[in-house]
C-alpha cells in the first residue's frame, strides 16, 4: 500500500475509535475500570458496569484491538500492573482460559471523569454527537449556505455543560480567576462586585463562581430557554441567592439601557464564536462595564491564518466541531458565522472595534488549548 492508503487506513480506525470511546465515556465504563484498579473479566466488568455482557464484550474488542484496553490472560502472573502484556499459555485448561481486562492508569488519567482539566475523554462523544444532531442540514448548508438552527442540537445544552465542569470545576476558581489582575480580581470579587456570565449554558461556571464568593452578585444570559431552567434550579438548589439567571440575545444588550454600566467584571467562556453578531456582543459588554470594569474571554488558541493553524495538534478536531456546529449556529440570522478556529488575530481586531481600551491575549494557567482575552473600559462607555 502507499503511504496514503495508509493513512486512509488509519483515519478509518481513529475515526471508529472515537466513536466507541464516546460511548465508553458516555456509560461510565473507564471511569468503573479506573475505579476497580486491576484486572477484570467480563462478568465483573458487566456487574460492575450494569451493562449487557454481549454489548460489553463486542465494545472490549474495539478497545482492546484499539490499544486503549489491554488484554491480560494471565492476571496472576503480571509483574507490573502498568505495563501488563498478553501472556499465552498452550496448556491452560479451558476454564482458566478466560480475558481479563485492565485500563493502565496512564490512560484513564486523560480518559475519566476524574482528570478535571486534563480530561480528553470528555471530547470524544462531541463528534459522534454533531454527527447525529445536524448532518443532513449541515450538506444542506454546502448547498444553500444557510445556518443551522439550534433545534437541530437538543443534547448539545447538556454535553457543553459536561464540558464546562471537566474544564471548570478544578481549575476556575483555582487557578483561573487568581491569574486574572494578578489576584486583584479576586479580592474584589471576595469584597463584593456585579458579574455577568455572557451565554452562560446550564450556568456551570455561574454557579461556581456564585458559590465561591457569596459577597458578589452574578448573573447569566443566555437565549437557550431550557438551559437558563436547568441553571435557575442548580442555583436554587445549592442555595446561591446571589446567582442569577435570564433568558437573553447577547446581540441585543445594546437596546437595554437598564445593563449599561452596571458590571465590574463579565466573562465568556467559548461563547462569542458562536455569537452570529459577535460585533454587536463586544459592543454590548464594552456598555456593560463600568469604568475600570474588566471582561475575560476565553476562547480557542489558534491562529485567524490556515497556514499558521497547520501544526495545532487539534485542528482537524477543532475544524470539525466548527463545521458542524459552531459555524452553522453562527450562519443564522443573516450572521457573520465566525466558527471556533476564528483566531487570535480575528479576535482581537473585533475587540479593538467595540470600543475596549486595552486588551491582552494571555495564556490561561494549566490550560494549553485556550487563550484568555482580557479587555478593559477604562473609560465611560462611548455609547
Not at 73 to 90: S, V
Not at 91 to 118: C, I
Request: glycine residues 8%; neutral net charge; aromatic residues 8%.
Amino acid at each position: 500500500m502507499n503511504d496514503f492508503s495508509d493513512k486512509l487506513i488509519q483515519i478509518l480506525n481513529h475515526g471508529a475509535l472515537n466513536l466507541a470511546l464516546g460511548l465508553g465515556y458516555s456509560l461510565k465504563i473507564f471511569d468503573v475500570m479506573d475505579e476497580i484498579g486491576e484486572p477484570a473479566d467480563l462478568e465483573i466488568l458487566a456487574k460492575a458496569t450494569g451493562l449487557d455482557n454481549r454489548y460489553l464484550k463486542e465494545w472490549l474488542g474495539i478497545m482492546v484491538t484499539g490499544e486503549i484496553i489491554t488484554l491480560v490472560a494471565n492476571p496472576q502472573n503480571k509483574k507490573n500492573p502498568r505495563q501488563i502484556i498478553l501472556a499465552e499459555k498452550k496448556d491452560q485448561e479451558k476454564d482458566e482460559e478466560k480475558e481479563w481486562y485492565y485500563l493502565p492508569p496512564a490512560h484513564a488519567d486523560v480518559l475519566t471523569r476524574r482528570a478535571g482539566n486534563s480530561n480528553l475523554g470528555v471530547y470524544t462523544q462531541e463528534t459522534p454527537l454533531l454527527t447525529l444532531s445536524a448532518m443532513e442540514a449541515v450538506q444542506k448548508g454546502f448547498l444553500t449556505g444557510e445556518g443551522v438552527s439550534f433545534d437541530h442540537y437538543p443534547q448539545f445544552q447538556g454535553f457543553m455543560s459536561e464540558l464546562s465542569n471537566a474544564k471548570h470545576k478544578q481549575v476556575l476558581i483555582k487557578d483561573f480567576l487568581p491569574s486574572v489582575e494578578d489576584g486583584r480580581l479576586v479580592k474584589s470579587l471576595g469584597q463584593g462586585i456585579q458579574v455577568c456570565d455572557i451565554g452562560c449554558g446550564e450556568g456551570v461556571a455561574l454557579i461556581l463562581m456564585a458559590k465561591a464568593f457569596p459577597n458578589s452578585r452574578f448573573l447569566g444570559l443566555d437565549n437557550h430557554e431550557a438551559a437558563i431552567s436547568i441553571a435557575k434550579k442548580a442555583a436554587q438548589n445549592m442555595g446561591l441567592p446571589n446567582a442569577r439567571f435570564k433568558i437573553s440575545d447577547a446581540a441585543q444588550i445594546q437596546g437595554d439601557r437598564q445593563m449599561f454600566q452596571k458590571f465590574d467584571y463579565v466573562t465568556a467562556f467559548d461563547a462569542i464564536h458562536d455569537q452570529s453578531h459577535p460585533t454587536k456582543v463586544l459592543e454590548g459588554i464594552r456598555a456593560m462595564l463600568k469604568p475600570g470594569g474588566l471582561f475575560s474571554m476565553v476562547d480557542i488558541k489558534a491562529s485567524t491564518r490556515l497556514a499558521k493553524n497547520l501544526d495545532h495538534p487539534m485542528g482537524p478536531f477543532l475544524y470539525t466541531v466548527s463545521l458542524m456546529h459552531c459555524m452553522p449556529v453562527g450562519l443564522n440570522d443573516q450572521g457573520r458565522g465566525l466558527g471556533m478556529m476564528w483566531g487570535k488575530e480575528q479576535a482581537l481586531t473585533l475587540l479593538a472595534r467595540a470600543g475596549f481600551d486595552r486588551v491582552d491575549a494571555l495564556k490561561i494557567p494549566n490550560d494549553p488549548f485556550n487563550l484568555h482575552f482580557l479587555a478593559k473600559a477604562l473609560t465611560h462607555s462611548y455609547k
